[in-house]
T-cell receptor, first 112, second 115 residues
Framework: GENVEQHPSTLSVQEGDSAVIKCTYS??????FPWYKQELGKRPQLIID?????GEKKDQRIAVTLNKTAKHFSLHITETQPEDSAVYFC???????????FGSGTRLSIRP | DGGITQSPKYLFRKEGQNVTLSCEQN?????MYWYRQDPGQGLRLIYY???????QKGDIAEGYSVSREKKESFPLTVTSAQKNPTAFYLC??????????????FGQGTRLTVV
């Protein structure tokens, strides 16, 4: 079926440590994998994305890795800070890329 | 601020009444989407539209209806057939390049409460 599985559902890390969130998808034709951050009471916003022709992309403390063979991709946040506390969603396109399916979200908490 | 506007921000509805949520974008995006978010839950797709006068059901379309008469507008009607309509509703849009690899922009959401 068309789904995106995301783990873990909650994650608590010490400030300064790294956080990793993982997603798997089912459609081998999917070619675009975005990550969104949603702060409390706000709209989701894109923080990083990766296309299927690369295996890794970095943007300062945030990186995304993609394994097309295994159909999974991961978000890595290094040197976590309090403002990283939020809910993070992965997503993947389905049905000839017109449909966007989101993962169930990961609530990340940064402990001081 | 993204150019996609949802209204109203908060909406109260009596049981048995239909209600329409507005979503307007001035980004010239082809594709538009409606998602439902329940507390502590992910984003579930209700309906989506790739072009004007065409739309498709998502995973939880029952009890909802949409129209796409104009490129910039994609209103969602929550009908009385929706058994549990209280939720946070998010509208999104994105350019359609044919490859699907474009960022989606979200509106600020409408919180619907059935009283």
């Amino acid at each position: 079926g068309e789904n995106v599985e995301q783990h873990p559902s909650t994650l608590s890390v010490q400030e300064g440590d790294s956080a990793v969130i993982k997603c798997t998808y089912s459609d081998s034709a999917s070619n675009y994998f975005p990550w969104y951050k949603q702060e409390l009471g706000k709209r989701p916003q894109l923080i990083i994305d990766i296309r299927s022709n690369v295996g890794e992309k970095k943007d300062q403390r945030i990186a995304v890795t993609l394994n097309k063979t295994a159909k999974h991709f991961s978000l890595h946040i290094t040197e976590t800070q309090p403002e990283d506390s939020a809910v993070y969603f992965c997503a993947a396109p389905y049905s000839s890329a017109s449909k966007i399916i989101f993962g169930s979200g990961t609530r990340l908490s940064i402990r001081p | 601020d993204g150019g996609i506007t949802q209204s109203p921000k908060y909406l109260f509805r009596k049981e048995g009444q239909n209600v329409t949520l507005s979503c307007e974008q001035n980004l010239n995006h082809d594709a538009m989407y409606w998602y439902r978010q329940d507390p502590g839950q992910g984003l579930r797709l209700i309906y989506y539209s790739q072009i004007v006068n065409d739309f498709q059901k998502g995973d939880i379309a029952e009890g909802y209806s949409v129209s796409r008469e104009k490129k910039e507008s994609f209103p969602l009607t929550v009908t009385s057939a929706q058994k549990n309509p209280t939720a946070f509703y998010l509208c999104a849009s994105r350019p359609w390049t044919g490859g699907g690899n474009t960022e989606a922009f979200f509106g600020q959401g409408t919180r619907l409460t059935v009283v």
